[in-house]
């Protein structure tokens, strides 16, 4: 029997698809398009019935526009800025999210990003590997205690509060600044509330990011926002790119403003080649070398985490297709 429907993966995807078969079974056909950009998806998705994205390009109102059927559009991952949510409201579609997807992933990154940020490890694993100096601990000093530092965690969601819960289990005072989180929740997790940016950035031995991506938290911490951290401080994004302007990183590596930088989402991926924050990282001669921790986007990745995400965007679709209500709608 010819399935019901057609469901479209946009991206990233390009496996044999068993998730999502397993899930939607006969009820519908599964194409992986493996593109790379919003161009290629001309031809190809028009007659969708259901519409998963990951996070390799965008779905802007020029191919939303040309949906005939679609009936969902799931973002498989926790942002949704890469889908003009607006306009598919205008069209009727529902754009829905995953949530509660590598929760621990993410957290587990940044966590250690800081720890090997903080415990000089990258550090003097990248210096004595170029062979500069002494073998010994002095290329990492000056280190400071974890252990009663502040942890400045800007957003407290699913992932802002499993970072917190982590920042406690080192014995670090964590603090948090999130302007749309109802009061009651640093009662609850035992940790700290500030009532301003500034304020956090001030007193943060590290800063880590878990923040959406939106109008407001574009560019949040750019260069101003990094002269106001306290000098020797660490910085941790595994939120989204778009939230920190990495055109400041170099220098502020270079003038010790920062002690070192973990980076594991960027504004554009993969960088271009003559990225400044690229280049500053690749040269041996720039403290950005040592300093500076890039990850191609990978804090969301394990094996089991990605097979729950997978079947979790194929069991919106399959309730969609059904005319199910849908969960964690986002337009």
Same mark, same amino acid.
């Given at each position: 029997m010819a399935a019901a429907y057609e469901v479209v993966i946009t991206d990233l995807i390009d496996d044999d698809l068993e998730p999502e078969r397993e899930v939607l079974g006969e009820l519908a056909r599964v194409t =992986?398009?493996?593109?790379?950009?919003?161009?290629?998806?001309?031809?190809?998705?028009?007659? =969708?019935? =259901?519409v998963i994205l990951y996070?390799?390009?965008?779905? %802007?109102? =020029?191919?939303?526009?040309?949906?005939?059927?679609?009936?969902?559009?799931?973002?498989?991952?926790?942002?949704?800025?890469?889908?003009?949510?607006?306009?598919a409201r205008r069209r009727g579609i529902p754009v829905t999210n995953v949530p509660d997807y590598g929760t621990e992933e993410v957290a587990d990154s940044a966590l250690?990003?800081?720890?090997a940020l903080g415990r000089g490890v990258h550090l003097a694993n990248s210096v004595l590997r170029a062979g500069q100096g002494d073998w010994s601990y002095e290329r990492a000093v000056p280190l400071l205690r974890l252990?009663?530092?502040?942890?400045?965690?800007?957003?407290l969601g699913r992932i802002g509060t499993a970072m917190a819960m982590r920042g406690k289990a080192l014995g670090m005072d964590v603090a948090f600044y999130d302007p749309y989180k109802p009061d009651g929740y640093d009662k609850s997790l035992g940790i700290?509330?500030? @009532?301003?940016?500034?304020e956090l950035l001030a007193q943060s031995l590290a800063v880590s990011l878990h923040c959406p991506l939106s109008d407001e938290t574009l560019h949040l911490i750019e260069v101003r926002a990094i002269a106001k951290m306290r000098r020797g401080a660490? +910085?941790?994004? %595994?939120?989204?790119?778009?939230?920190?302007?990495?055109?400041? +990183?170099? @220098?502020?590596?270079?003038?010790g403003q920062l002690a070192g930088a973990g980076i594991d989402v960027l504004e554009q @991926?993969?960088?271009?080649?003559?990225?400044?924050?690229? *280049?500053?990282?690749r040269d041996p001669q720039h403290p950005a070398h040592?300093?500076?921790?890039?990850?191609?986007?990978?804090?969301?990745?394990?094996?089991?985490? *990605?097979?729950?995400?997978?079947?979790?965007?194929?069991?919106?679709?399959?309730?969609?297709?059904?005319?199910?209500? +849908?969960?964690?709608?986002v337009n």
């Open positions: =992986a398009l493996h593109a790379r950009s919003e161009a290629e998806l001309a031809g190809r998705i028009e007659r =969708a019935d =259901a996070h390799e390009l965008a779905l %802007t109102e =020029a191919t939303i526009g040309r949906l005939e059927r679609c009936r969902v559009i799931v973002r498989g991952g926790v942002g949704f800025d890469n889908v003009d949510r607006p306009f250690a990003m800081l720890l252990r009663g530092g502040v942890l400045g965690l800007v957003g700290r509330r500030v @009532e301003t940016l500034d660490y +910085l941790v994004n %595994t939120a989204r790119g778009g939230v920190v302007d990495c055109r400041a +990183l170099p @220098e502020a590596l270079a003038s @991926e993969p960088p271009r080649p003559d990225d400044p924050l690229l *280049q500053a990282w040592h300093r500076l921790i890039l990850n191609p986007h990978l804090a969301w990745y394990c094996r089991e985490g *990605q097979r729950e995400l997978r079947r979790k965007t194929a069991e919106t679709c399959r309730r969609a297709l059904l005319g199910l209500p +849908l969960r964690n709608v």
